[in-house]
């Protein structure tokens, strides 16, 4: 049997194959710390959006606890309204959005119909304690995942990103300086009903094993520890550890600042999604054009060149030149400039009387006189 199958993940429990450095959910492969660093990409809009539709179900779920049947039937179409948006938003979530929506909007429908209104305020049926709990966890899980974005967020910005190794000690070194703070803790007791899926060191699970086939020799069979978690928030702060545990760790990305998972010692600054700037490029190769730029600021070569041009740009502006000189002569220093870069001999030598400002006037006039020419 492959990793990941019959997993049966819904809104209530999640559950991961874990083997090696990898984690499987639902049959796909994903390093560990995947969910970790992802989750952490979400925008403030959908987040608040998450949250407002938590709390009103939180407030629709107590008030089926005490209502009369006409005020109970009143309420189960608008339970039905708020629960659907917010799976709606919820399945762009990692892990949700790599979940079945339909299995939930069929639970949903089963449960919301009017001819459920009895069975489900009957006290000795089994819907209603089901259903209650299905609310309960509506409420919770973005109240979770808010808790998990700040703590996530605070240990990444305040320890792991000022690591000059990335490894398993240095990341639990981090961890253990993070965790056991008076700061971290103050904000974590600040947020939003504190005590509700409360970040935890020490997630809580379900764990036993499984016989699967090995991902890299299928002819081979290995034992795979299956965790399944009831919780969101030990759900991902699991996954925070375990990817930790086998080096693996979220990273701000320096250009775009989406936060991406690294999984080797040296910290790159970059993420290989594509660049805000230039769609073209990835972060990676936008950052290492940059680079680049910034090195040849300091190049000879292109101090002289970057000199020169700007000069021509304000007499330009000035009305010292006109707009002809002005293109012939930034033509002359781009040759001259590409030259120098090619001839160590001619940079050496001939490029800086080139490059003189009176010169390329003089040849950039010669030049168009030239083009003037019958």
Same mark, same amino acid.
């Given at each position: ?75 189960? !179409?608008?339970?039905?309204? =708020?629960? *659907?948006?917010? @799976?709606? #938003? %919820?399945?762009? +979530?990692? !892990?949700?959005?790599?979940? =079945?929506? *339909?299995?939930? @909007?069929? #639970? %949903?429908?089963? +449960? ?5 209104? =009895? ?256």
């Amino acid at each position: 049997m492959p990793l990941g199958i019959k997993q049966n993940n819904n809104l209530l429990y999640l559950t991961l194959d874990v083997w090696q450095d990898l984690v499987f959910l639902n049959e796909q492969a994903y390093p560990a710390g995947y969910f970790a660093a992802n989750i952490m990409n979400q925008d403030q809009s959908t987040l608040q959006a998450l949250i407002h539709y938590g709390g009103a179900i939180s407030k629709e779920a107590e008030a089926l606890l005490d209502a009369d049947r006409d005020t109970f039937a009143r309420l189960l !179409p608008q339970v039905r309204s =708020d629960v *659907s948006a917010l @799976l709606d #938003v %919820l399945w762009t +979530y990692p !892990p949700f959005c790599f979940l =079945d929506k *339909s299995g939930e @909007l069929e #639970v %949903l429908d089963q +449960y919301c119909r009017e001819n459920m209104v =009895d069975a489900l305020m009957s006290t000795e049926a089994p819907y209603r304690d089901f259903f209650l709990h299905y609310l309960a966890a509506a409420f919770a899980i973005p109240l979770g995942i808010y808790h998990f974005v700040v703590a996530a967020d605070y240990f990444e910005r305040g320890y792991l990103y000022r690591l000059k190794e990335r490894n398993e000690t240095f990341f639990a070194i981090a961890a253990h300086d993070c965790f056991t703070s008076d700061d971290f803790w103050h904000v974590m007791d600040t947020l939003p009903l504190p005590d509700i899926e409360k970040f935890t060191v020490s997630p809580v699970m379900e764990s036993t094993y499984i016989f699967a086939r090995n991902p890299t020799q299928k002819e081979k069979m290995v034992f795979v520890q299956r965790i399944r978690f009831h919780r969101i928030m030990s759900f991902y702060c699991f996954d925070l550890m375990n990817g930790l545990h086998h080096g693996h760790a979220p990273c701000v990305c320096q250009n775009c600042e989406r936060y991406f998972l690294t999984r080797s010692g040296h910290k790159p600054k970059y993420c290989s999604g594509m660049a805000p700037q230039d769609s073209r490029l990835t972060c990676r190769q936008y950052g290492a054009m940059m680079h680049q730029k910034e090195q040849n600021k300091q190049h000879p070569v292109y101090r002289l060149f970057s000199t020169r041009t700007n000069t021509i740009r304000k007499h330009h502006q000035r009305g010292k030149i006109s707009d002809e000189l002005r293109r012939e002569a930034l033509y002359l220093a781009e040759t001259y400039r590409d030259r120098a870069l090619m001839d160590n001999d001619y940079a050496a030598g001939d490029y800086v009387h080139d490059m003189e400002q009176e010169t390329l006037y003089a040849q950039a006039r010669a030049r168009l006189a030239q083009e003037d020419k019958p």
